[in-house]
């Protein structure tokens, strides 16, 4: 026994429980942390090797970069009407300043202040045409994290995503599975503002927003994340790949656990594809279930 526990028992603050060598590092959160961290350097390490550009990046054309960057902090006028996000914003030049393609500076906020920056958002031309942002939806503590494309026509009248057809079937989906929309779920999109007419986002709207999907996942930490479509997946995954080429496997978004798999709106147009639909949503809970098998495991603190 050393010292300092000798002199803790002496007086009688009796044996410590201490946790058991390599109980963290054995964990298997941090297990798969660790194996992904190391793809991401294998990966970065060929990518650097092979002088190549990462394809999301390269499918930003110059322009668009141009476009979104200077835009992307917190514009002057909305900075006004939540002073304080003054605090806490960049400076101006700090960000408009970085190469286009250059990783942003992640400004932090509390989930009320990003709440609030998406509703005063500015960033990009969607502002003008849209009735309101859409935030999100669900518990902002819940384990899954769902992430679509963008608000349509229902979502940009009623402020909420997936709430037109394509929600119906994604909610139907969601009971099936046993999960409660409002509890269990917290759902968000690449972009907060419709694109009129339901037109596809486009790289520099994607790039525009990109910093509040990235808070949102940091704030609600989920145990696994359910990309919905193209857009989603390919954004979070940076790739260019299809879902038909993604789904079927675990991926990972900076660690957390993530599931590709077809948008409810491309499923009410190919029906057949439902059934694929559900199996990615059986895969999904078959690796929601292990990871929480697996950390209930380990918190449970061990008998002295
Ligand atoms: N499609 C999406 O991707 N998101 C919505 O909120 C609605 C439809």
Same mark, same amino acid.
């Given at each position: 026994?050393?010292?300092? &526990?000798?002199?803790? #028992?002496? *007086? ?15 964990? $298997? ?8 961290? +190391?793809?991401?350097?294998? =990966? ?12 999301? %990046?390269?499918?930003v ?9 200077p ?14 996000? *003054?605090?806490?914003?960049?400076p101006? @030049?700090?960000?408009?300043?970085? $190469?286009?393609?250059a $990783? ?20 990009? #031309? ?15 503590? =819940? ?13 940009? &009248? ?12 994604? /909610?139907?989906m969601?009971?099936a599975?046993?999960? /409660?929309?409002?509890? /269990?779920?917290? %759902?968000?999109?690449? +972009? ?10 486009? $790289?520099?709207?994607i ?9 949102q ?5 989920? @145990? ?10 390919? !954004?979070?995954?940076? @790739? ?6 993604? &789904? ?8 957390i ?7 409810? =709106?491309?499923?009410? &147009?190919?029906?057949?594809?439902k059934?694929?639909?559900?199996? /990615?949503?059986?895969l ?9 098998? =697996?950390?209930?495991?380990? @918190? !449970?603190?061990?008998?002295?």
């Open positions: 026994m050393n010292r300092s &526990r000798f002199i803790q #028992q002496a *007086i009688g603050l009796g044996p410590q429980w201490q946790a058991r060598s390599g109980w963290f590092e054995q964990h $298997p959160a941090e297990l798969e942390r660790k194996a992904w961290q +190391l793809a991401q350097q294998q =990966a970065s390490q060929s990518a650097a090797t092979a002088a190549e550009i990462p394809p999301a %990046i390269t499918a054309t110059e322009a668009d970069a141009q476009l979104a960057a835009l992307l902090v917190t514009s002057p006028a909305a900075m006004a009407s939540t002073p304080e996000l *003054i605090s806490v914003a960049a101006v @030049t700090a960000i408009a300043e970085q $190469p286009a393609a $990783p942003l500076p992640l400004v932090e906020l509390s989930w009320e202040q990003l709440e609030q920056a998406v509703a005063n958002c500015q960033n990009c #031309q969607l502002c003008q045409t849209r009735s309101q942002t859409v935030f999100g939806r669900g518990n902002p503590q =819940a384990r899954w994290m769902l992430i679509g494309e963008a608000p349509g026509e229902q979502e940009d &009248r009623q402020g909420q995503p997936f709430v037109g057809k394509a929600g119906q079937l994604l /909610d139907n969601l009971a599975a046993g999960l /409660d929309r409002e509890n /269990d779920v917290y %759902i968000a999109n690449v +972009l907060k503002c419709r694109p009129p007419g339901n037109r596809n986002p486009a $790289p520099a709207e790039l525009a927003c990109s910093n509040y999907l990235q808070q996942i940091r704030h609600v930490q989920p @145990t696994l994340i359910l990309a919905l479509g193209r857009f989603a997946v390919q !954004t979070l995954l940076q @790739t260019e790949q299809s879902i038909g080429k993604l &789904r079927g496997q675990l991926h990972h978004y900076q660690g656990p993530l599931i590709a798999t077809y948008h409810p =709106a491309y499923l009410l &147009r190919n029906l057949p594809d059934a694929k639909a559900w199996q /990615d949503m059986v999904a809970k078959q690796h929601f279930n292990r990871l929480s098998k =697996a950390a209930s495991l380990h @918190t !449970t603190q061990p008998q002295p």
